[in-house]
């Protein structure tokens, strides 16, 4: 069984300070990993996604990749209050995505 | 990009009866999923649809619970057949066009 652990949270970081969110996933042959934010109500939306070892940065967003440890994670640098939603892990099996159940990240102003 | 539309967008049954929700997007896509997102928990993949062939299940989802329909590259349907309580979620279509879109859901309460 193919699975993505998250830390559900709720994260709680002062606005303008580094919100690190992190995941693990178990199939090694994963190639492909991605963060997805989810708004309450709303459907997810995807962040960044990462294919090779090493940093990946975009804007305020930072995914990092480890293979052999089998460890993705996502930092938000600046934190804002807008930044607050449930951030989903996902993993490519080749073909759809498994998810992980996702961190609360709460950002207070 | 990938628009996609799902109908309904929301709907409450009575246990027992079935509920087909339909998925439109503006392009043609090979591979269309459909998720099911239970309350407070992530999204849990049903099954694959692909046009002009069996739609593939993951563990745990069955054809006669769940059938699909993708009689084109724009369009699937996913029927919740015989409805309990336990199937009250959000339904998601998503479909890959360059990255994964996911449709705006159907939420689905059973009584």
């Known amino acids: 069984q193919k699975e993505v652990e998250q830390n559900s949270g709720p994260l709680s970081v002062p606005e303008g300070a580094i919100a690190s969110l992190n995941c693990t996933y178990s199939?090694?042959?994963?190639?492909?990993f991605f963060w997805y934010r989810q708004y309450s109500g709303k459907s997810p939306e995807l962040i960044m996604f990462i294919y090779s070892n090493g940093d990946k940065e975009d804007g305020r967003f930072t995914a990092q990749l480890n293979k052999a440890s089998q460890y993705v994670s996502l930092l938000i640098r600046d934190s804002q209050p807008s930044d607050s939603a449930t951030y989903l892990c996902a993993v490519s099996t080749g073909t759809a995505l498994i998810f992980g159940k996702g961190t609360t990240l709460s950002v207070s102003s | 990009s990938a628009v996609i539309s799902q109908k309904p967008s929301r709907d409450i049954c009575q246990r027992g009866t079935s509920l087909t929700i339909q998925c439109q997007v503006d392009s043609q896509v090979t591979m269309m999923f459909w998720y099911r997102q239970q309350p407070g928990q992530s999204l849990t993949l049903i099954a694959t649809a692909n046009q002009g062939s069996e739609a593939t299940y993951e563990s745990g989802f069955v054809i006669d619970k769940f059938p699909i329909s993708r009689p084109n590259l724009t369009f699937s349907t996913l029927t919740v057949s015989n409805m309990s309580p336990e199937d009250s979620s959000i339904y998601l279509c998503?479909?890959?066009?360059?990255?994964?879109?996911f449709g705006p859901g159907t939420r689905l309460t059973v009584l």
């Open positions: 199939d090694r042959g994963s190639q492909s």
């Open positions: 998503s479909v890959i066009n360059n990255e994964q879109f």
